[in-house]
């Protein structure tokens, strides 16, 4: 579509000069919803999948359960709202990348709106399966404008903490096979470069795991090596967390308290 | 799905339509362009830009939301009153569907009440439309022929315009 006039210019990316501040809007945000003070917490695990990150958020969300907190866990195409479109465009052969994009937004808006957002003012801890960064990266694989991706993406929430679970594509390989085999979306089959689903995975999240790095910084986030074993992994996570926790005040609003 | 169980925020009406837009365009409205051909669409992403702010989302975002649309050669807007339009709908008995009364921001539990509040508010953000984007206006409140006259000589003076490839079907 490059013959084509745009109808406006895209806004600049966020994130890039640090001016993010975590537990606010990222960019425009939802005018109709103000969340200064609210109390609640996002704290985001990032990684590519297989990487570990239910069983580490799983492991998580106990500890933090035993330590009082209130905790409610959010996940990617979880919203009761788009779920079922999003499995039906995916059996179906309808989704396009600008579709792909703007459905996983949607299925996002409406879990911010209906989930973390009440949790939040609530004095929740939110614990997300993945944010943005995973839609940013997959959509940043197929080519999608970044600008508008962040533009598009101004609404959200910048979290408190961002977990990224980094691997490397051969340690992943073998978790991935050794767990359930590899599936067609997450080798990327859509992206029509051969029928060989394992040189298709290995291209594929070699080049996810490139946009992860290249928003490590953009987006500040923390990085974890995955490729350690669980419990060791989960101490780390354990420990960043708490620190963190330990100065955050999530009692502010009186209508709340943690359990 | 969604429409159904009266569920959508304004954000996710905004990007369920940029959506549907977004499909639309691929597969109806892109490739008849290539081919020459003359596309016309009822309702574009101007439609969103004015009903989507008066529900609350932010001017900018849903401007750059929809900026991989296809700017039209030709945008016209029908302008009518809202006392025009009700009546109208009224007259032909036309149940007012939830969202076009803008029933989802509980505004008021009357339906005609809601309606007005809701579409003067899109108004308003036509109006500023008009401006932004050089819409041309058609004073819908006149009649079908006066208007169609209008609509043939905008159509006519914007298709003698030398950049359009004519192809015959």
């Known amino acids: 579509m490059t013959d084509q006039k745009d109808m406006k210019d895209p806004a600049p990316a966020f994130g890039a000069n640090g001016h993010i501040q975590p537990g606010r809007y990222y960019g425009h945000g939802l005018p109709y919803a103000p969340i200064d003070h609210y109390p609640g917490k996002i704290i ?151 029928d060989d689903i394992y040189d298709s995975f290995r291209s594929y999240q070699n080049k996810l795991l490139r946009e992860y790095t290249s928003m490590a910084d953009e987006f500040g986030f923390r990085v974890l090596d995955a490729r350690r074993p669980i419990d060791v992994l989960q101490d780390d996570l354990r420990r960043q967390v708490q620190a963190f926790l330990s100065n955050a005040d999530l009692t502010q609003s009186p209508e709340t308290l943690p359990v | 799905m969604g429409k159904k169980k009266n569920s959508l925020t304004p954000t996710t009406f905004s990007l369920l339509h940029a959506t549907d837009f977004a499909d639309r365009l691929l597969y109806n409205i892109v490739p008849p362009l290539k081919a020459g051909m003359i596309v016309l669409a009822d309702r574009y992403a101007y439609t969103a830009f004015a009903r989507d702010v008066a529900r609350g989302v932010d001017r900018a975002w849903v401007r750059d939301l929809y900026s991989f649309a296809v700017r039209p050669d030709l945008a016209l807007y029908f302008r009518v009153p809202i006392d025009v339009s009700l009546d109208r709908l009224m007259a032909r008995r036309v149940k007012l569907k939830f969202y076009e009364a803008g029933m989802d921001m509980g505004w008021s539990h009357n339906e005609q009440e809601s309606f007005r509040i809701f579409q003067g508010k899109v108004l308003d953000e036509y109006d500023r439309l008009v401006e932004e984007f050089g819409l041309s206006v058609i004073d819908a409140s006149t009649s079908i022929t006066d208007q169609q006259q209008k609509v043939r000589n905008l159509v006519a003076r914007q298709l003698e315009k030398p950049d359009l490839e004519v192809v015959n079907q």
Not at chain 1, 104 to 126: M, Q, S
């Open chain 1, 44 to 194: 985001a695990i990032e990684g590519t999948d297989g990487v570990g990150r239910s069983t580490q958020i799983r492991l998580l969300r106990e500890w933090l359960e035993v330590q009082g907190y209130g905790v409610v866990e959010t996940g990617w195409t979880r919203s009761a709202l788009m779920s079922p479109t999003i499995e039906l465009a995916k059996s179906s052969n309808t989704l396009n990348k600008l579709t792909f994009v703007l459905l996983y937004a949607t299925d996002f808006a409406d879990r911010l709106e209906k989930e973390i957002i009440p949790a939040l003012k609530a004095g929740f801890v939110v614990l997300s399966d993945r944010y943005i960064f995973s839609a940013l990266a997959r959509a940043g694989v197929r080519g999608v404008d970044r600008a508008w991706l962040r533009s598009l993406y101004g609404f959200a929430i910048a979290p408190h903490l961002v977990f990224y679970l980094k691997i490397d594509v051969d340690t992943l390989i073998r978790r991935v096979l050794s767990a359930r085999g590899m599936d067609f979306w997450e080798s990327g089959m859509d992206l029509k470069g051969g």
